[in-house]
């Protein structure tokens, strides 16, 4: 190659070589423009929001379609399904209301059950009455107040006498079938009314005493006992007593209605 076409090569390459652009030195971008590395950044963001939008339009999508779904299942739903929410409401607060119930109802007898030992026990502390003053009380029209206390001085009509049986009682460990033993008894002296007096508990072998008895022993106004789910009815005609009703025994021994009863009691206060 001659000389001159050498010289002519080598400026026609010269000549190219600054027409090209130069390549950014260590992945710079030349001026004006953000380097090849950042411009990467920023592609996979744009994806990245790109996919995120995607996705909430997708759940937004899925989210409608549930609800529509729920409320397709709800208009097409029996009528029977308001009613069963409504039993098992019911049945969630039915135990509440139960206990609620009890709880008060516990109050309550407390209550009464104070009310009742307050009135014994004022009953219990105030003077002895005698046969005298039940007379004058009952001709009056006054009730003497349950368990007040009486002094009993008389006579027994052992004639007039009824036994509530069976009445069970433990001695020495060992039940003993008996009967409790309710018997008129008449003032000794001057005038007065005749009262019921409660014996207490005699064994069923026990036989009364002949002739007349005479009493001086103190005891408490007592009312008819108040019977249980199984407790069987009183047969007045048959003899047959299970529960003491004062009406139906002043009735059996031909006393008025209004007559009392005294439940006699022990040297210790114990009834008998």
């Not at 003993?176 to 069923?204: H, M």
């Not at 004062?246 to 209004?258: E, Q």
Request: glycine residues 10%; aromatic residues 6%; contains cysteine.
């Amino acid at each position: 190659m001659s000389q001159m076409s050498r010289s002519a090569l080598l400026l026609r390459l010269a000549s190219r070589s600054a027409a090209a652009p130069r390549a950014p030195l260590h992945g710079y971008a030349p001026r004006g423009q953000q380097p090849w590395t950042r411009l990467g950044t920023q592609h996979a963001q744009d994806a990245a929001s790109s996919a995120l939008r995607g996705g909430a339009a997708g759940m937004t999508t899925s989210a409608a379609g549930f609800a529509a779904s729920a409320a397709g299942a709800n208009a097409g739903a029996s009528p029977g399904a308001g009613a069963r929410s409504l039993l098992g409401y019911a049945l969630l607060v039915s135990p509440s209301a139960v206990c609620a119930f009890l709880c008060k109802w516990q109050l309550d007898r407390y209550e009464w059950k104070r009310g009742e030992l307050d009135a014994r026990e004022a009953a219990l502390s105030a003077p002895d009455l005698t046969m005298r003053d039940i007379a004058a009380m009952v001709d009056a029209g006054v009730e003497p107040d349950e368990y007040a206390r009486v002094l009993v001085e008389g006579e027994l009509e052992t004639g007039r006498t009824i036994k509530i049986r069976p009445r069970v009682r433990s001695v020495h460990g060992t039940p003993v079938p008996g009967s409790v033993v309710l018997t008129a008894c008449k003032p000794r002296r001057g005038k007065g009314r005749t009262i019921i007096v409660n014996r207490g508990w005699a064994p069923e072998h026990w036989v009364e005493p002949k002739g007349g008895t005479c009493l001086k022993t103190s005891g408490v106004v007592r009312r008819s006992e108040t019977p249980g789910a199984f407790t069987p009815a009183n047969d007045p005609a048959a003899g047959a007593w299970h529960w003491i009703d004062r009406a139906a025994v002043c009735a059996a021994m031909s006393l008025p209605p209004d007559t009392q009863m005294v439940q006699l009691v022990h040297d210790g206060g114990r009834t008998t």
